[in-house]
Each structure stands twice: as structure tokens, then as C-alpha cells.
T-cell receptor, first 113, second 113 residues
Framework: QKEVEQNSGPLSVPEGAIASLNCTYSDRGSQSFFWYRQYSGKSPELIMFIYSNGDKEDGRFTAQLNKASQYVSLLIRDSQPSDSATYLCAVNGKKSNTGKLIFGQGTTLQVKP | EAQVTQNPRYLITVTGKKLTVTCSQNMNHEYMSWYRQDPGLGLRQIYYSMNVEVTDKGDVPEGYKVSRKEKRNFPLILESPSPNQTSLYFC????????????FGPGTRLTVT
């Protein structure tokens, strides 16, 4: 079992719709959860982080964390073609405070005009 | 402008020819890290540094060296590159108190023939 799993997609949504991206992780001790966006040929960009169960909203983005079920999700409301990218889920590594991030393979999102 | 810079951005080299990829950040970050990104394997940590003169191995350190003599710089050294080190390399940095909230450089695409 991979430590962080994501559906590779592509996930295709029409412009204006809600895009829902999901991620599961295997280590129950994970404390910190991140979503990075990576455009083709570019570097990952941190867009959301969440540390507590529940929802965290930032503009059109909402991160949801459920530690009991070991999943974290990212909702993108009013999706725009500019949101088309690969979204990487990451969790902190087992050794505390090493800064090690364990990344999923990423989900490719396509927003169609 | 706050940023992480890497040089070179693209490099084609031959097996065994020593090379250095530089990484510099202007945000006074304590933490710096190197990742490689490969299709199907995602992002994997090579080395990290918690501060000046403090470095440690990540998941895939074989064939790489690093040093951290100054806070802003964290070069990645390939003493004897091999074709299996052909990859996309990213440097990242963050504040020591928020090590997981990492900012990535633009990437270096390395090809070893």
C-alpha cells in the first residue's frame, strides 16, 4: 500500500463546477496535510494546508480532513480553466520535524470552458 | 521578490562528469531540501538541511552530496552522475517553525547520457 494515494485522473469538470480531489494516507500518526498545485513543466506550489479535522476554506479552495478515515480532500469551487493542473497531496513523514513530505502521485484536473 | 532559485535550469551531461546544481533562497529560511521527481514515482526527498552545517539523508540519497555552509545556499552535488539520475530536481525551503510549508524552486531538468 502506498503511503499517500490519489486517483491519477484525469478529472474533467466544466467551468464553474466544483472539482473534488481526494487523497488517502496510510500512517495514522500523520499530523500535517498539504495540497500543492503543479502546472505542467513548473514547480509545485503550496495552495492549502490543514492540521485539524474538519474544513478549512481559503477563497475558492476548501481542504477537508478526516483523520478517523485517513483521508483528505480538496474542493475547488467555481472551477476555472486556469485551475487545470496536477494537484499533489502530501503528508508529513514519520520522523518528527524533519520537513520530510510524502507526496502522492497527483491528480490531473482538466477544467473545460 | 521572495524566491528560491536554482541553476542551471537545464543540463545535459555525460556519465561520470561531476556537477553541482545550486539552490539559493532569499527568505531567511532555516530549512532547505532537495527532491527529485520521476514519472510514476512522484516527488522523493534526497537530502534536507535544518540549518547551517546540519544536513541529513532523505529517501534517495545514494549518489548525491550536499553542503550547507551558508543559510541561503544548499547546493546538490553529483560526484559521478549516472543515467539513473536523469530526473527533474527541485529545491525547497521553509521556516524552521513551519518546516512542512515548503516553497519550491523552479526545477532543474538533468539528463545524464
Amino acid at each position: 500500500q502506498k503511503e499517500v494515494e490519489q486517483n491519477s485522473g484525469p478529472l474533467s469538470v466544466p467551468e464553474g463546477a466544483i472539482a473534488s480531489l481526494n487523497c488517502t494516507y496510510s500512517d495514522r500518526g500523520s499530523q500535517s496535510f498539504f495540497w500543492y498545485r503543479q502546472y505542467s513543466g513548473k514547480s509545485p506550489e503550496l495552495i492549502m494546508f490543514i492540521y485539524s479535522n474538519g474544513d478549512k476554506e481559503d477563497g475558492r479552495f476548501t481542504a477537508q480532513l478526516n483523520k478517523a478515515s485517513q483521508y483528505v480532500s480538496l474542493l475547488i469551487r467555481d472551477s476555472q480553466p486556469s485551475d487545470s493542473a496536477t494537484y499533489l497531496c502530501a503528508v508529513n513523514g514519520k520522523k518528527s520535524n524533519t520537513g520530510k513530505l510524502i507526496f502522492g502521485q497527483g491528480t490531473t484536473l482538466q477544467v473545460k470552458p | 521578490e521572495a524566491q528560491v532559485t536554482q541553476n542551471p535550469r537545464y543540463l545535459i551531461t555525460v556519465t561520470g562528469k561531476k556537477l553541482t546544481v545550486t539552490c539559493s533562497q532569499n527568505m531567511n529560511h532555516e530549512y532547505m531540501s532537495w527532491y527529485r521527481q520521476d514519472p510514476g514515482l512522484g516527488l522523493r526527498q534526497i537530502y534536507y538541511s535544518m540549518n547551517v552545517e546540519v544536513t541529513d539523508k532523505g529517501d534517495v540519497p545514494e549518489g548525491y552530496k550536499v553542503s550547507r555552509k551558508e543559510k541561503r545556499n544548499f547546493p546538490l552535488i553529483l560526484e559521478s552522475p549516472s543515467p539513473n539520475q536523469t530526473s527533474l530536481y527541485f529545491c525547497a525551503s521553509s521556516f524552521g517553525g513551519r518546516v512542512y510549508e515548503q516553497y519550491f524552486g523552479p526545477g532543474t531538468r538533468l539528463t545524464v547520457t
